[in-house]
């Protein structure tokens, strides 16, 4: 069977716990003959059951477990099937029966509880290193952890259209001229990746609510970003200018993975555009 996963880095320190990376590399492989609703249930089966008779879990089992899938999930490239089979052991989890039991007054397992903490903690921005071979593979692993993002969006899984407005704020609303090539690159490729896994769902939601009210905590998170003078949130005309920046900052990629996705992106928001985002005549 191949290996395609590693539970420890590079240094021999283990970033996986050993049950859940054996469900996992068992059942990702192109081999394997297990399936996602079998790898839901062999994941759910490793809660520890309340110690004091409630029906309220720990937080601290879901933390580790969604942090051991986000580092299998940085293993895959994002457009791997691998990556689907992890999207789809993460929708079975979903569509399992209700337990009964409670984290943090969210259902186990329809809820996924502590996942979305378990996101934002990700969300500080990529790290860095002085070292080339150590920023690639950070800016890989940034990128795939977003490309999972967005696959779980666009499957339904996980609602974090926050995240997308954050990510392209960053990649395409911010002056990019003193950035160094590997993060414009990373940031460019990270951005395209939302449009292209969940731009069906964006794109939807724009038609479904072209003028959102946004709470205040909301016109704050999702600002416009220097370059764009539009209002905060998703909407149309902040779609039509990430379109044009998309092709602009194409042209300043210096790989030819981000310079392509770039310009995907960009073209398939045209179309989006002119098939659902134009008023009908």
Do not use: C
């Not at 990376?21 to 809660?47: G, H, M, R, W």
């Not at 731009?199 to 205040?216: H, N, Q, V, W």
């Amino acid at each position: 069977m191949t290996n395609f996963l590693k539970q420890t880095d590079a240094q021999g320190k283990a970033r996986i716990s050993a049950n859940v990376f054996n469900i996992f590399n068992d059942y990702i492989v192109p081999e394997s003959s297990a399936t996602a609703p079998q790898a839901a249930v062999a994941v759910s089966k490793l809660v520890p059951a309340p110690t004091d008779g409630s029906n309220t879990l720990d937080d601290g089992f879901f933390f580790s477990l969604w942090n051991d899938i986000i580092n299998i999930a940085v293993q895959i490239p994002h457009d791997h099937p691998a990556m689907d089979k992890l999207v789809k052991v993460m929708r079975e989890l979903t569509l399992l029966p209700d337990t009964g039991l409670r984290v943090w007054d969210s259902r186990l397992w329809t809820d996924l509880p502590v996942l979305g903490a378990a996101f934002r903690e990700r969300l500080n921005g990529p790290g860095t290193s002085k070292k080339e071979e150590e920023q690639a593979i950070i800016d890989r692993e940034w990128v795939r952890f977003h490309a999972f993002s967005a696959k779980l969006i666009s499957a339904g899984v996980i609602d974090y259209t926050n995240q997308v407005v954050w990510m392209l704020r960053a990649a395409l609303e911010e002056d990019t001229s003193a950035k160094a090539p590997h993060a414009l690159n990373r940031d460019l490729v990270t951005a395209a990746v939302y449009i292209e896994y969940a731009g069906p769902i964006l794109a939807e939601s724009i038609i479904r609510t072209p003028d959102p009210t946004l709470s205040k905590e909301d016109e704050r998170s999702l600002r416009a970003g220097p370059l764009y003078d539009g209002k905060a949130g998703l909407r149309s005309d902040r779609w039509l200018f990430w379109l044009k920046r998309f092709r602009e900052e194409a042209e300043k990629a210096t790989t030819d993975e981000a310079k392509s996705l770039a310009l995907r992106s960009s073209r398939l928001m045209e179309i989006w555009v002119e098939k659902r985002l134009q008023p009908k005549s």
